[in-house]
């Protein structure tokens, strides 16, 4: 524990920089909130081991400045231990931090000294004092601490990625990962589909860097849009995490459960997905058919029909996929829209199997499997900070 005069004088240092952040004034933008939570982290950090502080010393602090900055939020001790966690776990973005390069440069209410100081922090690669200022270059390679290619545009848009997500979705990543390939994944990732934390939570879980993408026939059968496009709204595998079934349930089961949660399922579907019904009539000459779940997808234009099967993908799926698309576009589809896509949501595949079926239809196509809650190795249901946790993250 820290002598009260020192902890003190600390906390003016981090009281400075919140009030030039103008974070207390709640004009600071979540990008600068997320540098600020980070510089502040790098301080917490720097100082403790230069003092040989403990955690314990997080409480007074955490005291001190609730007493100097009164109502404002987001500095209790867990959340400043998370602040020097988050900064632990990226050291090699200090120097490409804006704020920082702010700091540095103001001379109003003492907060130069704040960059100065943890510009003297840094490598010496990466910046040297000038004349009182400090000349913030860039940082060490990316390429070795990233897996992201030094000097490249790459590089360039990581950062501002890095930048653009939000505290509590670094603090998520930062938790539940180790591999450094694997976070560069999910920031990028997150920043680039607007993830909420219960999605970005959702991914982690299921493993999405690991997976190969939608089998499907888009390159053949999509032309209006970039095959491309159409392939990023869709994923391999589902974690349909908020439904129980037994294996004895039908498809029936599953929808209706589906539905009683459909909240969730277009959460987990991804960005730009309505839901327009389930069980949505269809009539051709006085037959009536019945599609399992109908949703639009604003960035495709298009209808995207669900279908669901309890077992192993069948090559006939498609064969029923397929009449339900040519009936959505001969009888449902605006002029303005594209040509609906189907997806068979299944419990397994067989990629070979899918690809065989996949070739020579004509209507876009593809096959996804999912998994439920009970499926998951309990090690993986485990891992993920508690939902009280990540409630207490901006507290």
Request: glycine residues 6%; aromatic residues 10%.
């Amino acid at each position: 524990m820290g002598q009260p005069n020192e902890i003190q004088t600390f906390v003016y240092f981090l009281k400075s920089a919140i009030q030039q952040s103008q974070l207390k004034a709640a004009k600071a933008v979540n990008t600068e909130m997320v540098q600020l939570y980070f510089l502040l982290g790098a301080a917490i950090a720097k100082k403790t081991e230069e003092a040989q502080w403990g955690d314990k010393v997080l409480e007074s602090i955490s005291n001190e400045l609730q007493k100097e900055l009164k109502g404002l939020r987001g500095f209790s001790a867990p959340n400043l231990k998370k602040m020097k966690l988050f900064y632990e776990a990226y050291p090699e973005m200090l120097g490409r931090c804006p704020l920082l390069e702010k700091l540095t440069g103001d001379q109003n209410l003492g907060v130069a000294e704040i960059g100065s100081t943890l510009s003297n922090e840094l490598p010496a690669s990466i910046g040297s004092p000038t004349e009182n200022q400090f000349n913030i270059q860039k940082g060490p390679p990316l390429e070795k601490e990233l897996n992201i290619p030094n000097g490249s545009p790459v590089e360039n848009e990581f950062t501002q990625s890095f930048w653009n997500i939000g505290f509590a979705s670094h603090v998520i990543i930062y938790s539940a990962l180790n591999s450094r390939a694997e976070k560069t994944f999910y920031i990028r990732s997150c920043a680039q589909n607007g993830w909420s934390k219960r999605v970005l939570e959702n991914h982690i879980k299921s493993k999405l860097h690991e997976q190969d993408g939608l089998s499907n026939n888009f390159d053949t059968t999509i032309t209006q849009v970039e095959p491309s496009k159409a392939i990023a709204q869709f994923r391999d595998e589902y974690l349909l995490d908020f439904i129980n079934i037994d294996d004895a349930d039908n498809e029936r089961v599953i929808e209706d459960k589906i539905v009683q949660n459909i909240k969730d399922f277009i959460l987990h579907m991804g960005k730009g997905f309505a839901f327009m019904g389930n069980q949505y009539r269809l009539e051709v000459d006085g037959d009536e058919f019945f599609i399992d779940l109908l949703f639009y997808n604003r960035h495709l234009q298009a209808m995207v029909v669900v279908e669901l099967k309890r077992g192993k993908f069948k090559p006939e799926h498609l064969g029923q996929l397929s009449f339900y698309l040519k009936v959505l576009d001969q009888k449902v589809r605006l002029p303005h829209e594209k040509p609906s896509i189907g997806i068979v949501l299944c419990r397994e595949k067989n990629n070979s199997v899918v690809e065989y079926a996949l070739q020579n239809n004509q209507q876009p196509m593809g096959v996804a499997t999912f998994k439920t809650k009970q499926e998951l190795p309990k090690d993986i249901k485990n891992f993920m900070p508690s939902a009280a946790e990540l409630k207490k993250l901006l507290k």
